[in-house]
């Protein structure tokens, strides 16, 4: 089984074909070649009653914080490993100077 990378801004004009231009869930998933599963989610995060407000209670978020979100969590862990490999060599080189 493989899985399909699709870009934001792809995401965002599928969902806007139902959301938007009136076609059912099932037409824009077979017109598009995704599954409807996808679709589905995709549409569900860019509703605007499921938008997450700052500070609210909303719990689901937009296609956009969604990317944002996997984008930082990469980002965080490259970070991460630098830093691992800083110390690392601090401490080598620490131990060189003595």
Known sequence: MTTTSYSLEFKQDAAKLVLEKGYSCQKAADHLGVSLSALSRWVKAERPENISEPFGK???????????????????????????????AAVFFAKEVE
Do not use: Y
């Not at 956009?64 to 862990?77: M, P, T, W």
């Open 58 to 88: 909303k719990t689901v978020l937009s296609l956009a914080e969604h990317d944002e979100l996997r984008r930082l969590r990469k980002e965080n862990e490259q970070l991460r490993m630098e830093r691992e490999i800083l110390k690392k």
